[in-house]
């Protein structure tokens, strides 16, 4: 397995538009359905992903403890298709109900949206605050498949925190890594 670390988009970008079909629901979405009160998670993830399967536990978890918080969370699979069929929107479906997603996960046909936001590999993590800006961009935690560190979702939780009650990061925000997004 590749690694591929995130490109680390500018803090305070505002959040591209896109408007995308959802794999749980078969309807589409844009960014402004979907967001939270008090911020939106977006992250890049696909099926096969080795990264992606090691922290979806810690995602589900993330997910159910701040949506209840205004934090709107959102998956998007950008991977090509015809190359790695097993990232199709049909297979999303069954991985959204086999790992217990009841969050949006939207298919990026086009690869449009990962481009706009300089999307490098999956898992990849974007917090934006209530006023679409991003405030954080990074990894989940240090742990990656086969290090012996367990899932904590330490740094993403500390960034959503300090969102949630206006405080300021003062940590370094690392790059995630995963593997590389499966461009046309």
């Known amino acids: 397995m590749a690694k591929t670390p995130s490109n680390m988009l500018p803090l305070g970008t505002i959040t591209p538009n896109f408007k995308l079909k ?9 960014f402004e359905d ?3 009160s008090k911020g939106t998670l977006v992250i890049f993830i696909c099926n096969h992903c080795p990264f992606v399967l090691h922290v979806i536990p810690e995602i589900i978890m993330i997910a159910n403890d701040y949506r209840v918080q205004g934090i709107g969370v959102i998956a998007i699979s950008s991977n090509d298709i015809e190359k790695y069929p097993q990232d199709a929107p049909e297979l999303m479906t069954e991985f959204a ?6 969050f949006p996960y939207l298919f990026d046909e086009t690869q449009e949206v990962a481009k706009a936001f300089d999307a490098a590999c999956t898992p990849d993590f974007y917090l934006f605050d209530a006023s679409d800006r991003l405030f954080y961009r990074g990894q989940l ?4 498949p086969n290090n012996g560190i367990p ?4 740094d993403l ?3 959503i925190d300090a969102l949630i009650y206006n405080r300021t990061l003062k940590d370094l925000q690392k790059p ?4 590389n997004i499966k461009w046309k």
């Open 176 to 179: 995630s890594i995963g593997c």
């Open 151 to 154: 899932l904590s979702g330490s």
């Open 22 to 30: 959802d794999s749980n629901s078969n309807y589409e979405y844009s």
């Open 141 to 144: 935690d240090d742990s990656r």
């Open 157 to 159: 939780r500390s960034a």
């Open 34 to 36: 979907l967001k939270g």
């Open 97 to 102: 109900f086999q790992h217990k997603i009841d």
